[in-house]
């Protein structure tokens, strides 16, 4: 999995401008960069709007340099909406002139840039009522809230689920989802927090300044977490047996291993990672599993369904402009963001 920053510009290149990082935990670098060609399949797209994620962090700091082994120097960017500019060989389903939002695929990320290449199968049609920079906040939360709901614990109405961080980004997309599957949903939040999401349709809040959620909650189906280890192995105590505990802040556990195709030496180190929660899971008779979302333009145009008809609504903190991108940044790294922070690039 390798997206590149090319090479430096020679006279004959068309160039774009892009932010850049030229070494693990090292500095956002504006610079003029190769324009991307469509290959086969691809759709070309001028980025209006890039949603910034902890993601985008952890990819920056190294966090998932075994998983992600990008090359550097690299293209940060993991959300975009735009305009397609132009369409590879084969392409079917977009047309230049059409406005798209995505996720890219996890091996070509890139969205902090002017113009980005993404293969038509990760790319769905804007939904028509919001603007650029709300399309923008929607994909990458949005496909994991989705993929963790709707295709992993396949939800249903009746069920009681626990959404941790009610307020971040894939939080207030994810109780949105679940009161639209017709679940009971649970959150945890900060007290300056707690209106938000009651207005995103939670039931049940959690202030976890002033309260413990596993001595409140029990009985539960779903615990979606994305939080650290202590509120994990805490999860695993309200679900009732044959629960579902899905992380997406990790550990990585072997199923997860085996979907990258990774070898065995790295599947083992996955397995002893999770090894502690699978355990305990197991010993409550609940199951754990780690979640690492993929692109799929086909679910992101179900997302754009329930947009259109009123189910889900972006939450946006703060739009930065392009050349503040490095402070975008730092803000979602303090941690204060309410939904998502989105960089307007157009």
């Known amino acids: 999995m390798k997206r590149q920053a090319p090479s430096p ?5 068309k160039t774009m401008k892009a932010f850049v990082i030229d070494r693990y935990k090292g500095p956002l670098s504006l610079r003029e960069v ?15 709007a890039a949603g910034v994620n902890p993601l985008d962090t952890k990819i920056r700091d190294g966090e998932f340099k075994l998983i992600l082994p990008y090359r550097l120097p690299l293209v940060l960017g993991n959300d975009l909406a735009g305009t397609v500019i132009g369409v590879g060989n084969g392409v079917r389903r977009f047309k230049i002139g059409d406005e798209v939002y995505a996720r890219p695929a996890k091996d070509r990320i890139g969205t902090f840039a002017e113009r980005i290449a993404v293969n038509e199968k990760d790319l769905a049609l804007k939904p028509a009522g919001l603007s650029m920079e709300e399309a923008a906040a929607i994909p990458l939360v949005a496909l ?15 069920q009681k689920i626990l959404i941790h ?24 939040t900060s007290t300056a927090n707690i209106d938000l999401v009651k207005g995103l349709g939670a039931d049940i809040v959690i202030d976890y300044r002033n309260e413990e959620f596993d001595q409140r909650l029990s009985g ?16 695993l105590s ?28 790295f599947r083992q180190i996955m397995r002893l990672l999770s090894l502690k929660v699978r355990r ?4 409550l008779g609940v199951d754990y599993s780690f979640l690492f979302m993929r692109a799929d333009g086909e679910q992101l145009a179900e997302i754009s369904r329930l947009i259109d008809a009123g189910a889900i609504r972006p939450v946006i903190d703060r739009t930065f402009s392009f050349d503040q991108t490095p402070e975008a940044m730092a803000y979602v790294d303090s941690g204060r963001a309410k939904g998502k922070v989105v960089i307007n690039i157009a």
């Open 9 to 13: 510009r020679t006279d004959l290149e």
């Open 34 to 48: 190769p324009d991307p060609v469509p290959q086969p399949g691809d759709v070309l797209v001028a980025i209006h």
């Open 144 to 158: 994991t809230a989705w993929q963790a709901l709707v295709e992993r614990a396949q939800v249903k109405p009746g």
């Open 165 to 188: 961080a009610g307020s971040g980004g894939v939080g207030s997309i994810a109780i949105q989802l679940a009161k639209h599957l017709g679940a009971t949903v649970a959150t945890t």
């Open 220 to 235: 539960y189906d779903v615990v979606l977490n994305s939080l650290g280890s202590d509120v994990l192995e805490k999860s």
């Open 238 to 265: 309200v679900l009732k047996p044959g629960g579902r505990l899905i992380s997406i802040s990790g550990p990585p556990d072997p199923a997860f291993a085996r979907e990258i195709g990774a070898n065995w030496f």
């Open 280 to 283: 305990k899971a197991r010993r």
